[in-house]
C-alpha cells in the first residue's frame, strides 16, 4: 500500500482546501464545497474565504446571510458553522447525535435537562420561536415561566440542540452588529429538513475537502462516532493508503493529490479554519513552532500564517487613527523571501479587512506572543 508523507499530506489537503491558489468559484459554491467554515464568531470568518477564493466581497457574502441562502447554525462538533441553507437541512439530521451528546453530557445544562420531557421543552421553544425570532436569554425567561425550577440557560441551550435552530442577521452580516437571535430552520428557510442525504455521501464530501483522511479524522472533524463501518461500507468505492505512523488513509480515486514538492504560498488563517479543526492527527499542518507557542487547548485560537503550507506565524489585526495594522508573530527568523511574500499577502488582507483606512504591517522578534486582538472579540 502506498505511503503518503506528512509532505504529500498537506499539499493535498491544502489543494482541496482551496488553499494552493485562490479558487474561481462563487463564495456559496467555496461554501458548499467545504462543507461549511466554522463560524462561531461573527465576521473573522470571511478572511477564510478571502483566503480562498480569487474574487470575494464582504458585502456578496453577507448578501448570502440576509437573502436566507446561506446560515449559521450549529452543525460538526455541535459548533457554529456558515453553510449553504440547503446544507443546514440535509446536515443537520445527520449529525444531530453530536448535538444531542453535547447537551446531556454537558455538566451544566445536561444535569438541568434531567427529569424532563425534553420533547415538550423543544415543543413548547419551537411555539415561541415561531412567534418571532428571540434571544437565548428572552426565550430562556419565557420558557423558566413553565418550568420554573429550572435554569433559564439550560431551557435555552436545549432548544439550540434538539431544535435545528440559526443565528439570524444582522449577527454576522460584515460591518453590522447585533445579539445572538434564533429562529428555527425550517421557517427560516421555508423549507422541512431533508431526509435523502446520507452519512455516506457526508462522509464523502468530507474526504473531497479535507482527505486522505483515516477513520478518527473524520470523526473528529463531525463529532460522530463509530465512522468505521462507514468507511468500510465505502471502501470498495475509495482509494487507500498508509501515512508516514502506519495509520489507514481513505480517499476519493479521482480527489487531487499534488506533488509534494509542488510550492505553496503564504496564507492568512482565521482563528477557527477548519483546516486547523478537521482532523485527528494535525500534523499535517501544524508545526512543532506552534506547538512550542503553549496555547491553551480550550482557549482562544489564534489566528494563524501558512509558509510553505504550514504553521510558521499568527497575526493580529488592529485599527487606531485611521490606520489599519497587521502585525505578524513568527515562531523562528523570516527568510526575506517568506517577509516578502506575507507583505504582498497581508497588504491583499488589509485592502479586504479595512479598504479605506491607511495600511501598515509588522513583522515582531521570532517567538514573541501578543495575541490580543479586538477585532475577534
Same mark, same amino acid.
Not at 321 to 331: Q, S
Given at each position: 500500500?502506498q ?10 489537503t491544502l489543494?482541496?482546501?482551496l488553499?494552493?491558489?485562490?479558487a474561481?468559484l462563487?463564495?456559496l459554491?467555496?461554501?458548499?464545497h $467545504?462543507?461549511?467554515?466554522?463560524a462561531?464568531?461573527?465576521?473573522? *470568518?470571511?478572511v ?7 474574487a470575494?466581497r464582504?458585502e ?9 441562502r446561506a ?5 460538526m ?7 449553504? /441553507? ?8 445527520l ?9 446531556f ?6 444535569r438541568?435537562m ?8 423543544v415543543?413548547? @421553544?419551537?411555539?415561541l420561536?415561531? #412567534?418571532?425570532?428571540r434571544?437565548? @436569554?428572552?426565550?430562556?425567561?419565557l420558557?423558566?415561566q413553565r418550568?420554573?425550577?429550572r ?8 432548544v ?14 460584515w460591518?453590522?452588529g ?6 428555527p &430552520?425550517e421557517? *427560516?428557510a421555508g423549507a ?8 455516506d ?6 474526504l473531497a475537502?479535507?482527505?486522505?483522511? /483515516? ?5 473528529? *472533524?463531525?463529532g460522530? /462516532? ?7 461500507? $465505502?471502501?470498495p468505492? $475509495? ?8 495509520? #489507514?488513509?481513505?480517499?476519493?480515486p ?11 504560498p503564504a496564507?492568512f488563517l482565521?482563528d ?5 479543526l478537521s482532523h485527528?492527527?494535525?500534523s ?5 513552532? $506552534? ?11 489564534p ?5 510553505d503550507?504550514?504553521t510558521?506565524?499568527t *497575526? ?5 487613527h485611521?490606520t ?5 508573530h ?10 516578502d511574500? &506575507?507583505?504582498?499577502? @497581508? @497588504? ?11 495600511? #501598515?504591517i509588522?513583522f ?6 501578543d495575541?490580543?486582538d479586538?477585532?475577534?472579540?
Amino acid at each position: 500500500m502506498q505511503i503518503l508523507t506528512r509532505r504529500a499530506l498537506n499539499r493535498a489537503t491544502l489543494d482541496r482546501q482551496l488553499l494552493l491558489r485562490r479558487a474561481d468559484l462563487t463564495p456559496l459554491q467555496a461554501i458548499d464545497h $467545504l462543507v461549511g467554515l466554522q463560524a462561531q464568531t461573527p465576521h473573522t *470568518w470571511y478572511v477564510g474565504l478571502w483566503s480562498r477564493l480569487a474574487a470575494c466581497r464582504p458585502e456578496d457574502v453577507a448578501a448570502l446571510l440576509t437573502q436566507r441562502r446561506a446560515v449559521r447554525i450549529a452543525l460538526m462538533r455541535s459548533t457554529i458553522h456558515l453553510v449553504g /441553507t440547503a446544507d443546514a437541512l440535509a446536515l443537520r439530521p445527520l449529525v444531530q447525535p453530536v448535538l444531542d451528546r453535547d447537551l446531556f453530557a454537558n455538566h451544566t445544562h445536561g444535569r438541568a435537562m434531567r427529569g424532563l420531557d425534553t420533547g415538550q421543552v423543544v415543543a413548547a @421553544g419551537r411555539e415561541l420561536l415561531d #412567534e418571532r425570532p428571540r434571544t437565548p @436569554g428572552e426565550l430562556g425567561r419565557l420558557l423558566a415561566q413553565r418550568w420554573p425550577d429550572r435554569n433559564p440557560a439550560s431551557l435555552a441551550y436545549a432548544v439550540r440542540n434538539l431544535l435545528p435552530v440559526v443565528q439570524t442577521p444582522p449577527r454576522g452580516v460584515w460591518g453590522a452588529g447585533g445579539r445572538t437571535v434564533h429562529a428555527p &430552520l425550517e421557517s *427560516w428557510a421555508g423549507a422541512p429538513l431533508r431526509a435523502d442525504h446520507t452519512i455516506d455521501q457526508m462522509v464523502l464530501r468530507y474526504l473531497a475537502a479535507f482527505g486522505p483522511a /483515516t477513520v478518527r479524522d473524520v470523526q473528529t *472533524w463531525c463529532g460522530l /462516532t463509530r465512522l468505521a463501518e462507514v468507511l468500510d461500507r $465505502l471502501r470498495p468505492r $475509495l482509494a487507500t493508503f498508509r501515512d508516514e505512523n502506519g495509520a #489507514e488513509l481513505f480517499d476519493l480515486p479521482d480527489a487531487p493529490r499534488p506533488d509534494p514538492q509542488v510550492s505553496a504560498p503564504a496564507r492568512f488563517l482565521y482563528d477557527f479554519d477548519n483546516l486547523l479543526l478537521s482532523h485527528h492527527d494535525r500534523s499535517r499542518v501544524i508545526t512543532d513552532g $506552534l506547538r512550542r507557542q503553549n496555547f491553551k487547548p480550550h482557549g482562544p485560537v489564534p489566528r494563524l500564517v501558512l509558509l510553505d503550507g504550514f504553521t510558521a506565524a499568527t *497575526w493580529t489585526f488592529g485599527t487606531a487613527h485611521d490606520t489599519a495594522t497587521l502585525t505578524v508573530h513568527p515562531f523562528a527568523p523570516l527568510s526575506a523571501r517568506d517577509r516578502d511574500a &506575507l507583505t504582498v499577502e @497581508g @497588504g491583499g488582507l488589509l485592502d479586504f479587512l479595512a479598504a479605506k483606512a491607511s495600511h #501598515e504591517i509588522r513583522f515582531t522578534a521570532p517567538g514573541h506572543r501578543d495575541h490580543s486582538d479586538p477585532s475577534s472579540r
